[in-house]
């Protein structure tokens, strides 16, 4: 079941999404070459919790980590560990928050000092995705327009898109109703409604669709192993046109 917010809800969802892209602000200032995949989960953990909230991933399902943080083909779910990041890498860094009642969720894909031509136009064109497909996100438009933009944006481009994870709406839980795939048909699927609020979140790999689970059970890999980057924001739907509430 979808829920719609009211006013107070989204009130607090917005201070839970003010800590996540907060968090993220601090990775992207601290972030260096050499750094472990936990050391950038602690840093999360810090500044969410400095807050007074909770991390939103840590326990969910069982995952071990405050964040996801995915290293080059991989691409979500990377439980936090001894890898470190060198430089010419890229790490996905998916968090959320969880405050006075309610989650919230964002990733970024961020370059480890200077990344090659081929992969810098992967991360900026996947996050462009995000953006077409959140401005696809308007009153009366239907989720297959969602999902459709961030297809036709990423196949146009030559790259390969993740069909078996997808976004999904976010509040009290922080998976909820409805799911929000990277790709669908447009007209096609449930209306968008004033009050809803999902996250949209591609995951785009260089090329090839495939990818799979690791043996430790959570992280997912590409099949070919290329390299794949994830962005994502929580949007609120409004009559006025969508609002990024994980804006940094
Ligand atoms: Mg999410």
Redesign the pocket.
């Known amino acids: 079941m979808v829920s719609i917010k009211s006013a107070s809800d989204i009130q607090k969802m917005l201070e839970a999404a003010k800590i996540a892209a907060e968090a993220l602000n601090v990775v992207e200032t601290k972030l260096r070459p050499g750094m472990t995949t936990k050391e950038i989960d602690k840093i999360v953990h810090q500044v969410i919790t400095s807050h007074g909230a909770k991390p939103s991933f840590l326990g969910l399902y069982g995952f071990p980590g405050s964040a996801c943080v995915s290293v080059n083909e991989e691409v979500i779910h990377g439980i936090p560990g001894s890898r470190r990041v060198e430089e010419g890498d890229i790490v996905s860094v998916?968090l959320g928050a969880f405050y006075k009642g309610f989650h919230s969720?964002t990733?970024f894909t961020f370059p480890v000092g200077q990344v090659a031509d081929d992969v810098k136009k992967l991360l900026e064109d996947t996050n462009a995705s995000l953006y077409e497909a959140i401005n696809a996100a308007q009153v009366g438009a239907r989720l297959g327009d969602v999902s459709h933009t961030v297809e036709a944006y990423c196949r146009e481009r030559g790259y390969g898109i993740v069909q078996n994870y997808c976004?999904?709406g976010i509040g009290r839980e922080?998976h909820e109703d409805p799911e929000v795939p990277n790709h669908g048909r447009a007209g096609h699927g449930m209306r968008l409604v004033e009050g809803m609020t999902i996250?949209i979140?591609p995951m785009i790999n260089m090329h090839g669709d495939g990818v799979h689970t690791m043996p430790n059970q959570w992280t997912v890999v590409t099949d070919n192993g290329c390299w794949a980057a994830h962005f994502?924001h929580e949007i609120l739907i409004t009559e006025n046109g969508p609002v990024i509430l994980t804006k940094r």
């Open positions: 998916d969720d990733c976004g999904h922080v996250c979140e994502e």
